[in-house]
C-alpha cells in the first residue's frame, strides 16, 4: 500500500495530523485520485460508501486553500445533512494543521439567517445539500464566482433524490474553469448524463475495495413473517446496540411502533423529522438510552 508522503508536495505537518489519526497508508481510490486532483483534473469516480472518498477529495481540497482569501473556494454537495456533517468532522481533522481555514456547512434544519451571518463572515469550505444551496443562492447570501473546485459526493444518491436540475443550476452559478469532482458507488445513466453536463475530459476511476476495519458476518434468513422473525432474532442475539434499514419512512415508523409494543427500546429516524429530532434519536442510540435504532438511509 503506498504511503501518504507520495501525494505531491504534502506538507510534514499535514503528514503529522494524517498519522495523529491512523491514516498511515492510502486506500486504492485516494491513491488513484488525489494526486490527479491536485493537478487540477476533473473526476469521475465510482467508490463506494467506507473506500476512503472522503480523504480523496478532503486532502486535495484543504491542501490548495488559501486562507488568505476567504471567498469560498471548494463547494461539496451531499445528498443528507448527516453526510455533511460527516464529511465536515474528517475535513476539520485534515485542516487541523492550517491555521485560519474555515469549514462550513448548509443545509435545511438550521435557521437560513445563522447560516447567512456565517457565510457573510467568509468561509473557504463549504459543504451541504442541493436544496439549502439553492435557497442562500435565491437571497443571494451565497456567491460561487470564487469556486475552484465542485465536489459531488455519493452523486447517485442526490440523483434518486431528484436533485438533478438544482445541480446543474449551482453549478452554472460557478467559473466554468472550475475543477468537478463527482463520486459515486453507481454509474446509472442518469450519472453519465450528468457527467457530460458538468464534467471536462474527466479521468474515470471505479474502485470497489472497501477499506475493511473489523469483519462483518452477513446472514440471510428467509421469512414468511418480517416482523415476528426479526422479534425472535432480538430475543435470540440480545444485541447490545442494533441498526434496522427500511425502504420507506413509512415502514421505519410502523416497525418502530411494533417493536416498542413488543417490549423493545426502539426508536426511529427518518427524512420527516426535523434536525432536532434527528439528533435526539442520535443521541439516544449513541449514549444506550435506546438499543435499537430504525432508519432510511438518511441515517
Known amino acids: 500500500m503506498t504511503a501518504f508522503n507520495t501525494i505531491t508536495d504534502i506538507s510534514p505537518e499535514l503528514l503529522d495530523v494524517l498519522s495523529d489519526f491512523g491514516f498511515k497508508t492510502m486506500s486504492e481510490i485516494q491513491e488513484k485520485t488525489i494526486n490527479p486532483i491536485l ?82 463572515k467568509g468561509a473557504h469550505i463549504l459543504i451541504g445539500t442541493p436544496g439549502r444551496i439553492q435557497d442562500h443562492l435565491a437571497k443571494e447570501t451565497l456567491v460561487l464566482d470564487s469556486i475552484k473546485t465542485l465536489v459531488l459526493d455519493e452523486a447517485d444518491r442526490m440523483l434518486e433524490r431528484g436533485f438533478y436540475d438544482e445541480i446543474v443550476k449551482i453549478g452554472a452559478n460557478m467559473p466554468r474553469g472550475k475543477q468537478t469532482l463527482l463520486f459515486s458507488a453507481t454509474f446509472p445513466e442518469n450519472i453519465e448524463k450528468l457527467a457530460k453536463a458538468l464534467l471536462n475530459q474527466p479521468l474515470t476511476i471505479q474502485v470497489d475495495h472497501i477499506l475493511e476495519v473489523t469483519k462483518i458476518n452477513e446472514i440471510v434468513y428467509e421469512t414468511d413473517d418480517k416482523e415476528k422473525t ?21 415502514q421505519v415508523i410502523s416497525l418502530t411502533q411494533t417493536l416498542q409494543r413488543h417490549g423493545h427500546a426502539a426508536i426511529d429516524i427518518h427524512g420527516d423529522l426535523d434536525q432536532r ?23
Do not use: H, W
Open 39 to 120: 493537478d487540477g483534473r476533473d473526476v469521475l469516480a465510482q467508490s463506494k460508501t467506507g473506500s476512503g472518498k472522503t480523504l480523496a477529495f478532503g486532502i486535495p481540497a484543504v491542501m490548495s486553500t488559501n486562507t488568505n482569501n476567504f471567498k469560498p473556494q471548494t463547494i461539496i454537495i451531499t445528498p443528507t445533512r448527516e453526510l455533511a456533517d460527516q464529511v465536515a468532522v474528517e475535513l476539520r481533522k485534515v485542516a487541523s494543521y492550517k491555521a485560519n481555514l474555515k469549514i462550513l456547512t448548509l443545509y435545511g434544519g438550521v435557521p437560513l439567517r445563522a447560516q447567512a451571518e456565517s457565510l457573510a
Open 230 to 250: 426479526l422479534d425472535t432474532l432480538i430475543k435470540a442475539y440480545k444485541p447490545e446496540s442494533l441498526l434496522i434499514f427500511c425502504n420507506t419512512k413509512a
Open 277 to 299: 429530532d434527528r439528533n435526539e434519536s442520535l443521541i439516544a442510540f449513541s449514549n444506550g438510552s435506546k438499543r435499537i435504532l430504525v432508519a432510511t438511509d438518511v441515517a
